[in-house]
């Protein structure tokens, strides 16, 4: 019988991949639990602003004039420094350890927190101040509003980077046969976190002030940074030695600046418009700021590629799974902007008065969370699904259901319909989204090196939300220029919106989404061609390829060493 002794072991050989986990602490699961708490709060704030915004331009004193467009960078640049952080801190999270680059943006979020709840009293003074020592007289709820865009930047750049480091966590604590399920929870709270955020605070907002949604961030966050600072206590940190790509973080960051403000500059399409053909004006300052974020990233693009240490190994785009991976989120997530979209537009146009604008409200949540609830629910045997038939049958089946329910959707919505029949077809866009998350961040970070795991976990979030910030903008261009065409052809010429108009631009509308819900049906039948690309992922085939390594008798320590002959 071989001895075995736990003190001497043979160090010379290489130990096999772990496939149970990949490390002797706490369970994995409850290190999950834990950090999707504030991933959850941080995505929620993101659009929690969008409710409140009216009420908060009230208590600021803000002139809607002049003040409302500013108003709008409280979601806008939170949004903005949310992507940011993900790459910025992703990356970081690969040098300084997954715990601490967690804590640290957790502690960011909390500060900007309490920055929020405050934001017209201290640091308002405090700017206040600052702009009167430069001989400025600035208005002082002007100084208000910036303290208050301030502090959503601070609480975004904390949150934003909360979610590539747990999906990078979780590749650290569970072996990659089991990573599927974990990482698309972890996603699909993200996007259920946003998605709820706007129908928390209308309903919160009406019973409290608002400043009480940020204060409660504060408890929340204290008790979750000592539970994952208690918890994650013995727990190994992987490491990375090398520098950090400051010149490439930077021309990505400003990439990322022009394209958002270029992108989001249909926001402004609808503002002070009085006609159909005022519906196709484009703001004059879009394309200078997306052809800077075109020429930054080729700057990007020649830094990454000279850089010993890059911010983003392009290395990393050679890699099948992570390629195709990653194209899958981009297009999935454009679909599920579409989905995200569709549904309030065609349920808001049915507001006849200012008193159903709460049930509107209303019946808007609960048919997003039809497609969100169902999204993250799949995420479960997305993950099952992955692990026992590998990457890509979960991903094409999960995509052929979406295709069938914005086919539904596509055929079906009209003026008058049903929210029962909405909330059905958004069900199965849902699922059938939801059951991609898993295999996709699976896929992807499966094919990264263990030290590029937190930039990985980084592009894969940050692709799906290109995706549904490329859908918002160019949708809003398409749909609305198709409302004004449709619009002078029924009528003959631009009119007014008066009650005839408006009753055609509800009708219009109506026909519009139906032809964006048949374009996300062939959206996600296009997603199956990277799809399709994809290979491995079974678990079986996991351990076919890494089998245990047989346990080999000790070496006393003080054993000769005998030489073959």
Known sequence: MTARSDNHPVSSLPAAPDTRASHSGPSPWLVLALVSLPVFIGALDLTIISAILPQVIIDLQIPLESGLDDAAWMV??????????????????????????????????VLGSVWVAIADQWPADFL??????????????????????????????????????????????????????????????DTAGWVVGHLYGGIMVQFVDWRLLFWLNIPLGVLAFGLIAWVLRGTAQQRSKVRYDYPGAALFALTLLCLSVGLGANADVTINATSFEDLSAFPAYAGPMLIGGGVAFAGFLLVEHRRRDPLISLDLF?????????LTSVISGFALMIGLVIVPVLINIRTESVDTLTESALAVGIVMSALTIPMALAAIPGGWLSDRYGHRTPTAVGLVIAAVGFTLAGLTWVETVGYAQMALHMALAGIGLGLTMSPTSAAVLNAAPDDQRGIAAAIDDMLRLLGMTLAAASLTTIALRRISALATLAIGETVAMTQEAVTIYVTLTAQVIRE????????CLLALIPALLL???????FHLEHPPQPELPSVPENAPIFKNR
């Open 516 to 523: 964006l819900a048949l374009f996300g049906a062939v959206i």
């Open 76 to 109: 806008s640049g939170y949004l903005l420094a949310y992507t940011i952080s993900m790459a910025v801190m992703g990356r970081y999270s690969d040098l300084i350890g997954r715990k601490r680059a967690y804590l640290i943006c957790l502690a960011i979020f």
């Open 128 to 189: 206040y101040t600052l702009a009167r020592r430069f001989g400025e007289r600035p208005d002082p709820s002007t100084i208000a509003l910036i303290s208050l865009v301030a502090g959503r930047v601070i609480q975004a750049f904390g949150a934003g980077a909360l979610v590539p480091i747990s999906m990078a966590l979780v590749g650290d604590l569970f072996p990659p046969h089991r990573r599927a399920q974990p990482l698309g929870l972890i996603g699909a709270i």
């Open 318 to 326: 050679r890699q099948r799974n992570f390629a195709m991976g990653n």
């Open 535 to 541: 290979r491995g992922g079974r678990a079986r085939d």
